[in-house]
């Protein structure tokens, strides 16, 4: 008889995901608290002009990268999983998990209601679109941190360093290109990781043998 996936190898050894989910609860929840203050703080919107501030070719060079945040980031996660790793659940709830990233940043702009960064600073440089919308929390950091927990799952742990790199670029992209506030890339950073280990735990609860398999 075929032995099904344990739960280590179904969350690919992430060691305390209760602990990671409580970091991000708290990212999300400081987040927030910061996101809905009025006025916007002081050091928020000077550290956001530094970060903007960085040159043309660094915004350039990060563009690339910042696609990471797409829901192409996902698919690509998806694809590789099914791919390489024949997880043919793993890779559904990747792009699940995307959807539910990226439209979930969605409804909590909805909420938050907070402007982006050009509202509260006229002299921002704006290197994506208009510069205008809503900002919290950001769907391109939600969606990078979602699908780089997920390839954590599937990939050895000497891969997680370099997908934590891209998760950090990817928000940080989102500020110098003039379109996001930290408190926006933190909160989506957060809320990425959440749904990410919502995901990893339905599929551990759909891929945990039955009474049958077990005996």
Do not use: C
Not at 30 to 58: C, F, M
Not at 62 to 77: C, D, H, K, N, R
Not at 118 to 124: A, G, K, M, R
Not at 152 to 177: D, E, K, N, Q
Request: glycine share 12%; charged share 15%; no cysteine.
């Amino acid at each position: 008889m075929q032995n099904a996936p344990s739960t280590r190898s179904r969350w690919g050894g992430l060691k305390a995901p209760g602990i990671l989910a409580g970091i991000a609860g708290a990212g999300l929840g400081a987040s927030y608290v910061v996101a809905t203050r009025d006025p916007i703080p002081e050091w928020e919107l000077r550290l956001t002009e530094w970060i903007n501030d960085a040159p043309d070719s660094l915004a350039t060079v990060l563009y690339p990268v910042m696609q990471a945040g797409t829901l192409g980031g996902p698919i690509v996660v998806a694809v590789s999983i099914a791919v390489f790793k024949r997880d043919w659940l793993l890779s559904g709830a990747t792009v699940l998990a995307g959807l539910v990233a990226w439209f979930g940043a969605k409804g909590v702009k909805r909420i938050v209601q907070r402007d982006r960064p050009l509202t509260y600073l006229p002299e921002i440089i704006v290197r994506e679109g208009n510069g205008t919308g809503l900002g919290y929390v950001s769907g391109h950091s939600a969606v990078a941190a979602t699908a780089a927990i997920m390839a954590m799952a599937a990939l050895p742990r000497r891969w997680r360093p370099f997908l934590a790199v891209v998760v950090v670029l990817v928000g940080l992209a989102r500020i110098v290109h003039g379109v996001h506030l930290p408190a926006d890339v933190v909160g989506g950073w957060s809320f990425g990781v959440l749904v990410a280990l919502g995901a990893l735990g339905l599929v551990d609860v759909l891929d945990r043998p039955s009474a049958e398999d077990l005996g």
